[in-house]
């Protein structure tokens, strides 16, 4: 691959030893010349210096304007541009600010930075008292590398999105930095940054076993490094997911396990409380229709994990399993049904006549119901309108409060299944 110098040039006695020590000690493929019209003669002072580059030189391009700094910078963001666009890559382009106006020096050193081309450099050395200028023979070069500012930039932002819960988002800039910057160290933080997002966002979208599997790769220095503990998010997901995979291994054997088992693998209040600190950040992004939709599944999972200790799959209620006094309910029989599904209102009535008084914390709560109606009316549910947030709120108080009655320990589960932050510095 081809790499490529891009110089600005003045008019200034002397500066062209400068300029030469630059090019021998970067030793570019094609030398790039932006200037005004009154650079050619530094141009021709420079030549003698090293006759070895002549060859690479490219023709002199004339800024718009030496002494507007803004103009300048959009001349030095089209060269750059235009490189990339004819096949170069953007990190063997290298930028030489020593010569020039203020407005064309920090014209290229503005476009550089944006653009993020692989180093900026001057040249610099021991000044004569009387003329300011660099002694000729102590000329060297000093560089700065424009990726490293740029990928300050890039670390608040991942920050940012992570508190955000944009996961995706900040997993297009890893990949992005990944491939652009090849630095060992900056490979390494992002490789961390890249198995954190992802572990994120996967638990976000309830595939448990994938991200229990990217925690355990997620570095542990790193965490420290930027005050991060995940320890009870770890615990939470474990658990979750040992339970999923069993379930799924349980039900691929041709000897089954015994019903009950299989239902505590399969609902859990550890799978409760995931999906209550789900419907949050749902809420938190402002996606009340989404949260909401999370609340009515929730109330569902809070009567099957207590239908586990007496067998009942709701989806696959066997009629032996169904009180006598509750059989007008399920006129499905009639059709000769094997097995038959039930929702809500169903199964919080099966678990009132099995004695469970805590049943009355959904079948007597009007408020309750009259907000899970209002979720059937969601334009992602039955009908055209959006739910509001004060709706969101009142249904969680009063989702959570049903799934404490039957669940204890949920405000345990739920605290280590919310996601952690990270603090944005700048």
Not at 19 to 45: M, Q, W, Y
Not at 53 to 79: G, I, W, Y
Not at 154 to 181: H, M, P, Q, Y
Request: charged content about 30%; some cysteine.
């Amino acid at each position: 691959m081809s790499r490529y110098l891009i110089m600005t040039l003045g008019t200034g006695e002397g500066v062209e030893h400068g300029l030469a020590c630059s090019i021998k000690t970067l030793n570019p493929d094609s030398v790039i010349f932006l200037g005004s019209s009154r650079s050619p003669d530094l141009l021709e002072r420079l030549k003698p210096l090293v006759p070895e580059f002549t060859s690479k030189f490219e023709p002199l391009r004339v800024m718009t304007d030496e002494n507007d700094m803004e103009k300048c910078a959009l001349d030095a963001r089209d060269l750059i541009l235009k490189l990339v666009e004819n096949g170069a890559s953007v990190e063997d382009i290298e930028a030489d600010f020593t010569s020039g106006t203020k407005a064309m020096t920090a014209g290229l050193c503005i476009a550089a930075v944006a653009l993020a081309v692989g180093r900026l450099v001057y040249v610099t050395g021991d000044r004569d008292p009387k003329t300011g200028r660099v002694i000729t023979g102590t000329e060297r070069v000093l560089s700065i590398y424009p990726m490293r500012l740029v990928i300050q930039n890039k670390r608040r932002e991942l920050r940012t999105l992570f508190n955000k819960r944009l996961f995706a988002d900040g997993l297009d800039i890893i990949d992005e930095v990944i491939s652009s910057c090849k630095l060992p160290e900056i490979q390494e933080e992002f490789s961390f940054w890249k198995t954190l997002f992802a572990t994120y966002w996967y638990w976000d979208r309830f595939n448990h076993i994938q991200a229990n599997q990217t925690m355990k790769e997620i570095p542990k220095p790193y965490l420290e490094k930027f005050k991060l503990d995940v320890a009870g998010n770890k615990e939470m997901l474990g658990r979750i997911s040992r339970k999923l995979e069993l379930y799924k291994k349980e039900t691929s054997k041709d000897k089954r396990t015994d019903d009950k088992k299989l239902l505590r693998l399969r609902f859990s209040p550890e799978l409760l409380a995931d999906l209550l600190a789900n419907a949050d950040r749902r809420a938190d992004e402002g996606k009340y229709d989404d949260a909401v939709a999370r609340l009515y599944r929730a109330c569902e999972l809070t009567a099957q994990i207590a239908l586990v200790k007496y067998g009942i799959d709701t989806s696959k209620l066997k009629p032996e399993q169904i009180p006598e006094e509750l059989i007008p309910l399920f006129p499905e029989l009639n059709r000769a049904e094997k097995a038959v599904s039930m929702g809500l209102d169903r199964s919080y009535k099966v678990l009132k006549v099995k004695g469970e008084e805590k049943a009355a914390g959904y079948l007597g709560n009007k408020s309750l119901q009259n907000l899970l109606s209002q979720r059937n009316a969601s334009i992602l549910a039955h009908g055209t309108l959006p739910v509001q947030e004060k709706t969101y709120r009142h249904l969680r108080e009063q989702v959570l409060k049903l799934a404490r009655d039957f669940n204890p320990s949920i405000d345990r589960f739920l605290t280590k299944a919310s996601f952690p932050e990270i603090k944005v510095t700048f």
